[in-house]
C-alpha cells in the first residue's frame, strides 16, 4: 500500500511539474489569440466609430456579400491560393528530393541560394519586383533588346499579368521554405529504403512516387495548412507590389480590411466582420486538408 501511494504520489509530481511548464504558455496563447478573437466576434456585431458603437446584429455580415470589392478580393484571394499553393509545394518537394541525393556536388551552396528569398524582407522583394516589372524596368529591357517586344508592356497594369507577377514573386519568396520542411522530412528516410527499391528496377520517378511522397505525407499535409494559411491572409505583395490594382483587380480579402480599417472612413465593426470571415475560412479548409490528407486511425 505504501508503494502504491508513493508511486501515485510520484505521478502527481510529474503531473504538476508538467502542468507547471504548460499553464503559463496556455494563458499566453488564451490572452494574445482566443480573447482577441472573441473581441472580433463582438465587434462584428457593432457599428460606429471610436467607442460610439452601436449593436447591428448580422448587418455587417449582410453587407459582405453585397460589397462588390470584397467579394473581388476573396476570388482574387482563392486565384493566388488555387494556382500558387500546389506550384509552390510540388517544386519545393522536387527540389528538396534533388538536393537530398547523397553524390550531388555543391548540395550547400544550392539549398543555401533556394532558402535566401525566405530571408528577404517582405516588403522589399515586392518592391524589388515592382522595380523589375515596371514599363522601363529590367524584364522589359530585355524582352525589347531581344526584340520580343517593341515598347515596353505595363505588367503592372494589366489585371492577368499583374496577378502573374504576384504568383512568380509568392514562387520566388516561399517555395525554398517549403523545401526546407521536406529536406528535414528526407534526412530521416533510411537511404537503404532508396537503394533496396533501386535494387529492385524501380525507376526514379517510381521510387518518388511509391517512397518519397507517402513517408512524406505528414510533412506535405504541413505545409499544405500553413500555406493556405498564408494565402488566405495574403497581404504584402497586394500593398505593395500592385497596390490592389489596377481597379482592384488584385486585392486581397487581408488588403481590403486593411483599406477599410485604416485608409478610408474607419468602420472597424465591418473589418472585424471580414477578419472573422478570414478565420472561418482558414479552419474549415485546414479541417478539410486534415480529413483529407490524415488517415492515421
Given amino acids: 500500500m505504501r508503494k502504491m501511494k508513493r508511486k501515485m504520489s510520484i505521478a502527481k509530481r510529474h503531473n504538476l511539474t508538467g502542468w507547471t511548464f504548460i499553464v503559463p504558455a496556455a494563458l499566453l496563447?488564451?490572452?494574445?489569440?482566443?480573447?482577441?478573437?472573441?473581441?472580433?466576434?463582438?465587434?462584428?456585431?457593432?457599428?460606429?466609430?471610436?467607442?460610439?458603437?452601436?449593436?447591428?446584429?448580422?448587418?455587417?455580415?449582410?453587407?459582405?456579400?453585397?460589397?462588390?470589392?470584397?467579394?473581388?478580393?476573396?476570388?482574387?484571394?482563392?486565384?493566388?491560393?488555387?494556382?500558387?499553393?500546389?506550384?509552390?509545394?510540388?517544386?519545393?518537394?522536387?527540389?528538396?528530393?534533388?538536393?537530398?541525393?547523397?553524390?550531388?556536388?555543391?548540395?550547400g551552396f544550392f539549398r543555401t541560394a533556394i532558402f535566401l528569398p525566405c530571408a528577404t524582407s517582405l516588403v522589399s522583394y515586392a518592391i524589388i519586383f515592382r522595380s523589375l516589372f515596371a514599363v522601363d524596368g529590367f524584364v522589359n529591357t530585355v524582352l525589347i533588346k531581344l526584340g520580343i517586344l517593341n515598347t515596353g508592356y505595363n505588367f503592372l497594369g494589366n489585371p492577368t499579368s499583374a496577378k502573374v507577377i504576384i504568383i512568380i514573386a509568392l514562387l520566388w519568396r516561399w517555395t525554398g521554405y517549403n523545401m526546407v520542411f521536406y529536406l528535414s522530412g528526407l534526412q530521416n528516410i533510411e537511404y537503404s529504403v532508396y537503394e533496396a527499391a533501386m535494387i529492385d528496377g524501380a525507376t526514379a520517378f517510381q521510387r518518388f512516387w511509391s517512397i518519397t511522397i507517402p513517408l512524406l505525407k505528414p510533412m506535405i499535409l504541413l505545409t499544405a495548412i500553413m500555406s493556405t494559411n498564408g494565402t488566405l491572409q495574403l497581404f504584402d505583395e497586394s500593398m505593395n507590389l500592385t497596390s490592389g490594382g489596377p481597379a482592384n483587380a488584385t486585392i486581397t480579402m487581408s488588403h481590403y480590411i486593411y483599406n477599410v480599417s485604416f485608409k478610408y472612413v474607419p468602420n472597424f465593426g465591418y473589418a472585424a466582420a471580414m477578419s472573422f470571415l478570414i478565420l472561418v475560412l482558414v479552419a474549415l479548409l485546414a479541417l478539410v486538408q486534415m480529413k483529407v490528407g490524415d488517415k492515421r486511425d
Fill in 29 to 107: 496563447i488564451v490572452a494574445m489569440s482566443f480573447v482577441p478573437m472573441v473581441q472580433a466576434m463582438i465587434l462584428s456585431f457593432q457599428s460606429g466609430k471610436g467607442t460610439a458603437l452601436s449593436f447591428v446584429g448580422l448587418s455587417n455580415y449582410v453587407r459582405m456579400f453585397k460589397d462588390g470589392v470584397f467579394i473581388q478580393s476573396i476570388k482574387n484571394t482563392f486565384f493566388y491560393l488555387i494556382l500558387q499553393v500546389p506550384i509552390m509545394l510540388v517544386t519545393a518537394l522536387i527540389l528538396a528530393s534533388v538536393l537530398n541525393k547523397k553524390d550531388l556536388k555543391f548540395k
